[in-house]
């Protein structure tokens, strides 16, 4: 299983796409203005797509080829602890549970966003609140994720990142 | 399977990002607000007392994990017995869980190909673990490390194989 | 996973709560309850339905809706109107 192609465009697409605008929205644009609206609402709609393509899409792009699993989890860290080192050619068990966290955390940011417009919920500190808590909490996921990948890329010496770019991983010798 | 152990870690996890994130806006207005310096250190000390507990928590789960991993299939009281003995002998020996997880194929009969197809890992991986293991144990075989795990279950003391 | 991999990892994360300290660090704008009594009550008198109040930049500013309309009221020291937007 030398080069492998894993990552079909519209994931990759739908990843860095995700990268900019989120960062875009959390980093540098002011949380007053339209355009953090605008922003929020084109994540909201990215997320979406990525939910139906989730269910439609090629083999390592939907959700059945990695189901949320505890007990896979539990696996992946026997694997870590033993010091083994099988590669995965889709997204692993823990990588999983953390795209899930990020596609569910992002679309809460993006509905607490949107009721914050609403003529209902105007003026509301409690939605306000659970907004930036959802957003603080997406950025220390975001760190978590790249520490993660950064580790699993050297404990599996795969370059996690660069498949991510181009859609192939090196999964080495058969 | 340690689940209540990882879901505890999971919880204290985020106790400790709170309480960081606390730490690090009332540093930043503590002056205004009238906390003392002396308060706020105690604040960073339980934190970071939290902080290491999670640490040991996390080495605890990854050395329960291994050690579930090389009872595989085998829950005999006799099995858990003779997985202690080898345990014991590897953490005299300061085996890293590499070695231990090769060790403990190498124990159970399987070959070379046969570990670094288990481990998937390469066969010249398997055989530098292999020297390291007897280099620590100061064995040169298979045999002799078994020897040394029967000696001890045995109650006898094993002879000079150092 | 050696203690040092773990280390570093709790590290990183820990080191991104500059994000959760934003959250954490919300007291600014905040004004004492008689103020924001006096606020809350010139405003309803004029017909709007407030929501909430803080400070910001010298003025008070109010999350309001009038006739059905969602607006930010900014007023000055003396409860006095100065500026109105509007969300649209």
Redesign the interface.
Known sequence: MPYTYVWDLFVRVFHWSLVVLFAANALVIDEDSKLHHWVGYAVVVLVGARLIWGFVGTRYARFASFPPSISGATEQLTE??TGRAHKHVGHTPLGALMIYNLLATLLLIGLSGYLM?T?MF????WLE?LH??A??WA??AV??HI??VV?ESRRLKINLPRAMVTGYKDMGPE | MPYGVMALIAVQVLC???F???I??DL??YAERGLSLTYLSFEAAATASL?AA??FE??YV?DLLRRKASLERSASIAAMALSDVIEAHFDQWSLTPSEKDVATFMVKGFSIGEIATLRGSAEGTVKAHLNAIYRKSGTHSRADVLSLIIDTLMNEPASNAA | ?S?R??????L????????????????HGSIDRDTEARIRATLTEQGYD???IKSEDGLYEA???KD?V?MEVYLDRDMKIVRTQT?D
């Open positions: 870590i602890a417009t003529t105007w003026g509301a500190d609140g930036k808590l957003v603080s950025e220390i760190a978590l520490a993660a580790y | 400790a990002i709170f960081a994130s606390d690090v806006a930043r207005t902080c999670i640490l996390v080495r990854l | 996973m203690n991999i773990i280390l570093k990892t709790a990183a994360a820990m080191l991104t709560l500059a994000a959760g300290s934003a959250y954490a660090s919300e007291r407030v929501r909430k999350y309001a809706v059905g969602r969300d």
